[in-house]
């Protein structure tokens, strides 16, 4: 099954406003999404950069045990391992070195062209026994076998 995500900030695809970024506010874009399964019990959000120039993406956000009946996030969830909004999620960390929960936005190498930034939703359908502060790769290990739809939003940055 496909979960539809939009923002209504940017189109799938399109440029992400440079308040999203970290030459701007770098605060998280508002997102919305529908379309989710009925037999959801949490969701995962994971946004990363495959065009960064290192081995692996770049992660710029990790949140999870996002309630299942969670319509979106607002703009500018704050940094911290756990949120009181949407009750019960958890932020992971980023790839940053230092202030590496939540959310950090764009900031591509200047002259490395145009980057892809992919946020990507999954509906799971196990309640996870998981921590703050985990990384996308423990995350996407704890929910390989839970996952019954994704959905995925596309957006570019370049300095």
């Given at each position: ?46 946004c990363d950069d495959p065009d960064a120039p290192t081995a692996d993406p ?18 500018g969830v704050p940094r911290k391992p756990r949120l009181s909004q949407p ?20 900031m591509p190498p200047p002259g490395h062209g145009t980057h892809h930034y ?42």
């Amino acid at each position: 099954m496909t979960i539809k995500i939009t923002t209504p900030t940017f189109q799938d695809g399109e440029p992400i406003p440079r308040k999203y970024t970290g030459e701007g506010d770098d605060v998280s874009p508002p997102l919305e999404w529908s379309e989710v399964p009925e037999n959801t019990k949490e969701l995962v959000l994971i946004c990363d950069d495959p065009d960064a120039p290192t081995a692996d993406p770049w992660v710029h956000w990790v949140i999870y045990k996002i309630p299942a009946d969670a319509k979106g996030l607002p703009e500018g969830v704050p940094r911290k391992p756990r949120l009181s909004q949407p009750q019960g999620a958890l932020q992971g960390k980023n790839s940053w070195p230092h202030d590496n929960i939540g959310y950090r936005g764009p900031m591509p190498p200047p002259g490395h062209g145009t980057h892809h930034y992919y946020f990507k939703l999954y509906a799971v359908e196990a309640k996870l026994a998981v921590e703050p502060g985990m990384e996308k790769k423990a995350i996407l290990q704890e929910i390989e076998d839970h996952v019954i739809a994704e959905g995925q939003l596309l957006g570019t940055y370049k300095r």
